[in-house]
């Protein structure tokens, strides 16, 4: 595997790989990779002749009182474990790579409506961090196939509405969450969980596991299941953010004619944040 930091070495790379008409498939990330991203590596293996990985901790989609400072940076273990999946190429880019003029100075990509609620609404201006860096990671490492996890399924919707509204003609993949034994879901922020908190976070998937046993059995008072999970989460250790029932397509507020739903959910235990969801069908 080749490691590059420049747009130059970057851009002469995948004009080659162009050259003999390889699919391109890349999995943005921001390092610390853990068996779900890896599991993303894999899938783009499995879609694509070539795979391209990026690491860059985005300073843009952190607010100023979250854990840019302190993001856990593992890079040698990285690199090591990239080479074992058989991914071709890292692009390691520095900070003045990618924001040339500053980070407050950049153009922004916006997806409007979708960027404000849930995870928008408790994070002002993540998601503007997030399109624009993976706007200009698309740019610069321009795949046909990009693999993104569902675990961030709201990053998931936000990427697919970018790439259609700004004709980016790029195939965007989803891979399943990938979980420990316990349940939890994947996350480089769980390396903050310590002690009693390790034996809480994985009660997050199981409450959303009662949920859907809840709304599978044929309730339909979605604010009523809402609250009642976000008590069992405080009850469990937590300090929730929210639980909230969405239409899986969009995460509007769904009706009862809605079928495809899906509950997504944050909570605090610790210095985690965590967050979760799962995909209901309901008749
Ligand atoms: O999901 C992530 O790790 C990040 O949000 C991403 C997509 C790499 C953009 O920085």
């Given at each position: 595997m080749?490691?590059?930091?420049?747009?130059?070495?970057?851009?002469?790379?995948v004009r080659q790989w162009r050259e003999s008409a390889t699919p391109l498939a890349f999995v943005p990330t921001m390092g610390n990779l853990?068996?779900?991203?890896?599991?993303?590596?894999?899938?783009?293996?499995?879609?694509?002749?070539?795979?391209?990985?990026?690491?860059?901790v985005n300073p843009l989609q952190f607010g100023p009182r979250e854990d840019f400072a302190s993001y856990p940076v593992t890079l040698e273990a990285d690199q090591a474990a990239l080479v074992q999946e058989g991914a071709d190429l890292l692009f390691l880019p520095?900070?003045?790579e990618?924001?040339?003029?500053?980070?407050?100075?950049?153009?922004?990509?916006?997806?409007?409506?979708?960027?404000?609620?849930?995870?928008?609404?408790?994070?002002?201006?993540?998601?503007?961090?997030?399109?624009?860096v993976v706007a200009k990671l698309f740019n610069l490492v321009q795949p046909d196939i990009a693999v993104?996890?569902?675990?961030?399924?709201?990053?998931?919707?936000?990427?697919?509405?970018?790439?259609?509204?700004?004709?980016m003609p790029i195939r965007i993949d989803s891979v399943a969450t990938v979980r420990e034994p316990s349940g939890l879901a994947?996350?480089?922020r769980n390396s903050y969980l310590a002690g009693a908190d390790r034996a809480i976070a994985p009660q997050l998937y199981q409450t959303l596991l009662d949920v859907q046993r809840v709304l599978?059995?044929?309730?339909?008072?979605?604010?009523?299941?809402?609250?009642?999970?976000?008590?069992?989460?405080?009850?469990?250790?937590?300090?929730?953010?929210?639980?909230?029932?969405?239409?899986?397509?969009?995460?509007?507020?769904?009706?009862?004619?809605?079928?495809?739903?899906?509950?997504?959910?944050?909570a605090v235990v610790g210095r985690a944040r965590l967050i979760d969801n799962i995909s209901i069908s309901v008749a």
């Amino acid at each position: 595997m080749h490691t590059v930091t420049t747009e130059r070495q970057l851009r002469e790379q995948v004009r080659q790989w162009r050259e003999s008409a390889t699919p391109l498939a890349f999995v943005p990330t921001m390092g610390n990779l853990h068996a779900g991203h890896l599991q993303l590596v894999r899938h783009a293996s499995s879609v694509a002749g070539r795979v391209v990985v990026s690491i860059f901790v985005n300073p843009l989609q952190f607010g100023p009182r979250e854990d840019f400072a302190s993001y856990p940076v593992t890079l040698e273990a990285d690199q090591a474990a990239l080479v074992q999946e058989g991914a071709d190429l890292l692009f390691l880019p520095s900070l003045a790579e990618i924001y040339p003029h500053g980070t407050g100075a950049t153009t922004v990509v916006e997806v409007p409506g979708l960027n404000a609620m849930l995870e928008g609404e408790h994070r002002p201006g993540h998601f503007n961090g997030v399109t624009t860096v993976v706007a200009k990671l698309f740019n610069l490492v321009q795949p046909d196939i990009a693999v993104f996890g569902e675990k961030d399924y709201q990053q998931l919707l936000l990427i697919r509405r970018m790439v259609a509204d700004l004709c980016m003609p790029i195939r965007i993949d989803s891979v399943a969450t990938v979980r420990e034994p316990s349940g939890l879901a994947m996350s480089s922020r769980n390396s903050y969980l310590a002690g009693a908190d390790r034996a809480i976070a994985p009660q997050l998937y199981q409450t959303l596991l009662d949920v859907q046993r809840v709304l599978e059995g044929g309730e339909r008072d979605y604010a009523g299941v809402e609250q009642a999970a976000m008590q069992q989460l405080a009850e469990a250790g937590f300090q929730p953010e929210y639980v909230s029932v969405r239409r899986q397509a969009d995460l509007a507020l769904p009706g009862l004619a809605d079928g495809q739903l899906i509950v997504l959910a944050a909570a605090v235990v610790g210095r985690a944040r965590l967050i979760d969801n799962i995909s209901i069908s309901v008749a």
